[in-house]
């Protein structure tokens, strides 16, 4: 990974690089040197240690007697721009190497619940998030992925430096926790391997459930949230849709989901492995909150047995259609106003609601009755709520136990290593698709030159077209102009083919991304269209027409 030094750190990137000023820019000296990087939980690497890369600059001063002795001999002219000279000095990462694609981090296998729950942030919110994270110096396109289990960031980056850099201090801006602290907890991947992630992901391969499915429904409302949103961009946006493309065709091909529970399965599990099993069907039974988690527990619970439940909830509709559903359980309904009174005569209580505030605290829960010993004398809290509902100070409470997601681990390991071979066909089919997204990403990279070809041959096309015309005189038909105009397209469409069908690498055929790569860069030298450098200048300008707003 390149970093430039921060001899340029001091200077805006946007002012260095749109500079018009006739002024002499000193000549630079780069130093590249590399060194192990550290290996810890702040960095997460497939395939083996990372190398760090680092350029350091030394600017040499010009005197009035001239440059100073100790620059090279191949001291470039003064004269030249500052954006030349990045380019030609390769310290200029933006043209040397294309944007990448950067997951930031933090999931139940990295940080715990109580720094998840900070950084979590509500589906209405993405698209604000999203804005804001494009607002930063570095970064071109974003997404969030924030659920029970994780709070997960993909960015398109200008800079992989630069960019981690921004995105975790708008995470400790955001949420309050210490940059040093999310780093800690936090993990980074970078373009193959966060590909692979996310895909593992919608797959259900890193949930604390091996082969859940409600992962692959929030990776699609990523997607669905995201349409218009500007900065859910063509790379992250072909992320998250070839995502989905995986889960669906993992879930397809294997057994990887057969017999899996979920979370919210997994709670009622725990709840029943810490009551007697003699009251599994007699325990009275509180859920709170009748969403998509809270539903699923009610299934579960019904598929242990229960037969009677009491659900408290904002509104009686969705309860009304669970009722519906499940014709043979009784299912009362509460309204949030009575939650507490009916905590008072509840031996489990379930909570999963997406409340940001707590509703049980060690004072409301102080004054509830005590449970009956046939049920084991202790009222279980099992709470699935990222932000925590019931906050932590409920166990201090007598004959109260507290029990959250990260608790789950505790029922997930039963069947974990079953499943784990189940994940090996898995591997395969997301190794296949992780390298269809590479290809389709790589033919990315000559669409600039596809778009400034084009540009050049219709321009070349319209000037002789109009001497054409010009000669012919006045008197042509419309009919005449249209078959002229016809003909000059033709075959300039017909002249182009060859070119594009070498610049596109889509994996539909033999051809390499070398060989793509290479016919790119001879087409911008023989036809001058310096793509490389308007691409640079069309997002600094655009990043910095952003900021001035």
Known sequence: MMAVSSAF????????LLSNSAAAVPPCQIRVFCKQARTGRALIRRGGPAIRCEVASDVLVQTAGGIDQNASSDSRSPSLSALEQLKTSAADRYTKERSSIVVIGLSIHTAPVEMREKLAIPEAEWPRAIAELCGLNHIEEAAVLSTCNRMEIY???LSQHRGVKEVTEWMSKTSGIPVSEICEHRFLLYNKDATQHLFEVSAGLDSLVLGEGQILAQVKQVVKVGQGVTGFGRNI?????HAITVGKRVRT???IASGAVSVSSAAVELALMKLPQSCHHSAKMLVVGAGKMGKLVIKHLVAKGCTKMVVVNRSEERVSAIRDELKDVEIIYKPLSEMLTCAFEADVIFTSTASDTLLFTKENVHDLPPVSQEVGGLRLFVDISVPRNVGTCVAD????RVYNVDDLKEVVAANKEDRIRKAM?????IGEESKQFEAWRDSLETVPTIKKLRAYAERVRVAELEKCLSKMGDDISKKTK???????????????HGPMQHL?????DSRTLDETLENMHALNRMFSLETEISVLEQKIRAKVEQNQK
Not at 397 to 400: G, H, K, P
Not at 425 to 429: H, K, S
Not at 482 to 496: E, F, Q, T, Y
């Open 9 to 16: 750190g001091g200077a805006k990137l946007e002012t260095l």
């Open 155 to 157: 960015v398109v980056a």
């Open 397 to 400: 409470v007598e004959n109260s």
């Open 253 to 255: 091909e294997t057994n």
């Open 482 to 496: 249209r078959a002229v105009d016809d003909l000059s397209r033709g075959i300039v469409n017909k002249l182009l």
């Open 504 to 508: 596109r690498c889509d994996g539909s």
């Open 425 to 429: 066909e898995a591997q395969e089919i």
């Open 237 to 241: 946006s072909g992320l998250f849709k």
